[in-house]
């Protein structure tokens, strides 16, 4: 079974940073696509940025230039540098990956989606 376990998410005065971590765990044959999410009180979840498997990354307007994504492979790991934090930026964040990984009711592969437990940022100002 895939899981996706978040770390990193905590209190932030404005124009600080935070790191946010997302390890991916299980019968994994291949992790496409990995981004990341957020979702602040009272508006609809958006995507934050997302990278291929390849490396191309693309991000929110609201974040370019300040926000980084990036992803180890090796480890199985998606990671979201934020910098220069704003207050808008306090949100529940959560890690999404594209994954080919082993079913074991099905008895073969299946590619899904899975997600984090998600993390809250708070930028206070």
């Known amino acids: 079974q895939v899981q996706l376990v978040e770390s990193g998410g905590g209190l932030v005065q404005a124009g600080g940073s935070l790191r946010l971590s997302c390890a991916v765990s299980?019968?994994?044959?291949?992790?496409?696509?990995m981004g990341w999410y957020r979702q602040a009180p009272g508006k609809q979840r958006e995507l934050v940025a997302a990278i291929t498997s390849g490396g191309s990354t693309n991000y929110a307007d609201s974040v370019k230039g300040r926000f980084t994504i990036s992803r180890d492979n090796a480890k199985n790991t998606v990671y979201l540098q934020m910098n220069s934090l704003k207050p808008e930026d306090t949100a529940v964040y959560s890690c999404?990956?594209?994954?080919?990984?082993?079913?074991?009711?099905?008895?073969?592969?299946?590619?899904?989606?899975?997600w984090g437990q998600g993390s809250q940022v708070t930028v206070s100002s």
């Open positions: 999404n990956a594209d994954v080919c990984g082993w079913d074991p009711n099905r008895g073969r592969s299946e590619r899904a989606e899975y």
């Open positions: 299980g019968s994994i044959f291949s992790i496409n696509a």
